[in-house]
DNA sequence: GCCGTTTTCGGCCCGACTGTTTTCAGTCG
């Protein structure tokens, strides 16, 4: 594990464990902040820390000396004494009772104060026996919902690929929109947001039939509990349904979907709130009292009123009229900010922007890199995906099929390859209105050479080399293999970097500086993949490679004709990496993008 | 623990829902 995701996961802990033992609850706030600061910065930590840097880490925001130095500490001692320290004081196992819906800090402290509970096994224990229903407000229906949630957490507790969920989402959304009344209805949360995982899937609805759309809701096909069902939120689990088979082998997979109720005039105060991130919202709320205002889920509200008593109550119930709430735009604009775009809104620096950043859109793309056929394991011919490729407006597609060593992806012997490559020529001079280009998608070999020589590389139009085994590698063997890939004069892409698989597979940790200079200084580009089983470059990745400015290529690898669909979340992973359409290079158009492979031949 | 266009001290976002409460605490996002 890398020292970032070992520190940030400490902090984590550190920051539940400090909420337990009943510290100052800013205090476990700030813990929790720089958790995600550790996981989600650009800045190199690990040589700075070893270094004794305090002040360059303490530059960073949210953190501060205290968090420094403890970093500081852990990378020259391997831990850290806060952590030690608060481990003699809560039993590690209390913190798994902390991941069960519904239960919070008071009352998992009282269960290990009270009972003894130490782990979810212990919890189960109190729960069989009926001990439980000493504790103070605990009752039957209480008890009824925390079996409820460990079951959920047992079967399917884990975050969805923002594939599944999106469908999750697409099933709700049709179903809400032949509602009586609906006047509009909209995913938010995460999913809005295009991160690569999904924890629950948000649904905002304006309607004038609040009643129907909560009944159809909580009633239709698939739902498994009714967690709430209120004036203007329901939540339920539902099980995924159809898509369980695409994902793998959980059939019995679930996840939570709430419903906000809203009303149409509040729209975009609605959709701002409920798209998040939390992190985003709270620095726009600062930001709006900084002003003399006061941002909620209803509006944007001028609120100069100084009695005591008076704040108490939202401004929308004393008859205040918003400033600013129809719109996203309206609210940005009345804070004087430029519009932040969903997959930026995450508390990662967008809040000092003066100037809206132009991130990439669906439609820039002109090109896909990166796709198989039925020479390897995929299921289309090339004319099949060229006729696709073609309908979605692309000057070019470059039929990759798999090297050699991928045996069990059909990877194609080196004879094999020279006659798909005549295959794709002709098809090329066939079909009009696209330009096909032969390429491979070149294995990666353990050592860092690649599956093919050169003069068979020399005769691809494009070559994306990719990790696809020893995925285990440790941090400095990855880091050298993908190296001596990008420094490979023949070598265009490096596809899936890490070869990651979201939620199953941790995949490499190369030092990501290192790759990044090298693509620059090798003109590679690095891609972002499309499929939401890898996303991969991940967001975080996507930012250092924008902030040092290397090229970013994002692809399908499609294998059926439905992957074309997935190029969505390979751009959504760009934007919240803060990529513009310039630095990627399938939005160039096709001279400047042929004249730019050709370069490497 | 972090931070500063009043501040190195004294603040630190906002509202909804549930369940067991007779007025509200705990949790969630």
Redesign the pocket.
């Known amino acids: 594990m890398s020292f970032q995701k070992h520190a940030s996961d400490l902090f984590h802990t550190m920051s539940q464990m400090l909420e337990l033992t009943g510290s ?1 609850r ?2 476990v ?3 929790a902040k ?1 958790s995600r600061i550790i996981k989600d910065t650009t800045v190199d930590l690990e040589p700075l820390a070893r270094d004794g840097d305090l002040k360059a880490i303490a530059a960073i ?8 130095a403890k970093l500081i500490e852990l990378a020259q001692t391997g831990t850290i004494s ?1 952590y030690e320290a608060l481990c003699t004081k809560v039993p590690i196992g209390v913190m798994e009772v902390l991941g069960v ?8 402290k009282l269960m290990w104060e009270q009972k003894g509970v130490e782990s979810i096994d212990d919890l189960k224990r109190i729960l069989d026996d009926g001990s439980i229903l000493e504790l103070p ?6 008890v009824e ?1 925390i079996k409820a949630s460990i079951a959920f957490l047992e079967s399917s507790g884990r975050r969805l690929p923002i594939g599944i969920a999106q469908q999750v989402a697409d099933r709700f959304i049709t179903m809400l929109k032949e509602a009586p009344g609906t006047i509009r209805v909209a995913f938010a ?1 995460s999913l809005r947001r295009g991160k690569d995982s999904i ?2 899937v ?1 649904i905002l609805i304006a309607t004038t039939d609040p009643d129907a759309a909560r009944e159809a809701f909580t009633t239709c096909d698939g739902v498994m509990q009714v967690l ?6 329901c939540s339920i689990r539902t099980a995924i349904g159809d898509s369980a088979s695409r994902w793998g082998k959980d059939k019995n997979a679930a996840v939570q979907v ?1 419903l906000r109720m809203v009303d149409e005039p509040n729209w975009g105060a609605a959709l701002l709130y409920f798209t ?1 991130s ?1 992190e985003h ?2 620095r726009l ?2 930001r709006a ?1 900084s002003m003399g205002m ?4 209803y509006g944007l509200f001028k609120d100069a009123s100084s009695e005591a008593d008076f704040k108490k109550m ?2 929308q119930t004393r008859g205040i009229e918003p400033i600013a709430c129809a719109s996203e735009e309206a609210i940005y604009l009345a804070l004087e900010m430029p519009f932040i775009p969903p997959t930026m809104r995450e508390d990662r620096g967008e809040m000092k922007l003066t100037e809206p950043i132009h991130v990439i859109e669906l439609e820039d793309i002109k090109a896909e890199l990166h796709s198989h056929t039925m020479a390897s394991d995929g299921k289309m011919t090339i004319e099949e995906s060229a006729a696709i490729a073609k309908a979605r407006g692309f000057h070019t597609l470059a039929i990759t099929d798999h090297s050699q060593s991928s045996a069990v992806a059909g990877g194609l012997k080196p004879h094999r390859l020279c006659e798909h490559i005549k295959s794709i020529r002709e098809a090329n001079t066939r079909i009009d209105g696209i330009t096909l280009l032969a390429g491979s998608e070149v294995d990666i070999l353990v050592d860092g050479t690649l599956d093919y020589d050169d003069d068979l590389l020399h005769a691809l139009d494009v070559v994306v080399a990719s990790p696809h085994a020893g995925l285990r590698a440790k941090p400095k063997q990855a880091t050298k293999r993908l190296l001596k890939a990008i420094e490979h004069p023949m070598v265009h892409i490096i596809g899936h970097p890490t070869g990651r698989l979201i939620e199953q597979r941790e995949g490499l940790s190369p030092d990501m500086n290192e790759i990044i200079a090298a693509a620059i200084e090798h003109h590679v580009a690095l891609e972002i993949n499309s499929h939401w089983m890898r996303l991969d470059l991940r967001d975080t990745h996507v930012r250092a490679v924008v902030e040092a400015g290397a090229l970013i290529s994002i692809n399908c690898d499609g294998h059926h004709p439905g992957d074309y669909d997935n190029l969505i979340f390979g751009v959504l992973t760009g934007q919240r990496g803060w990529l513009t359409a310039e630095r990627c290079i399938n939005t160039w158009d096709a001279k400047k993008l042929h004249g730019w492979l050709k370069s490497k031949r």
Do not use: S
């Not at 407000?137 to 209480?142: D, F, H, N, S, V």
């Not at 006061?294 to 889920?297: G, I, M, V, Y």
């Open positions: 100052d800013f205090r706030n700030a813990h720089a925001e949210g953190i501060g000396k205290g968090t420094a806060e819906q519904g239960l919070g800090p008071k009352t998992v407000r605990m009752g039957e229906k209480t919902n949360g924890g629950d948000d709430a069902k209120g004036e203007t939120k709430d998040g939390k919202g709270v709320r600062e009292i006061t941002l909620n889920e939202p401004p």
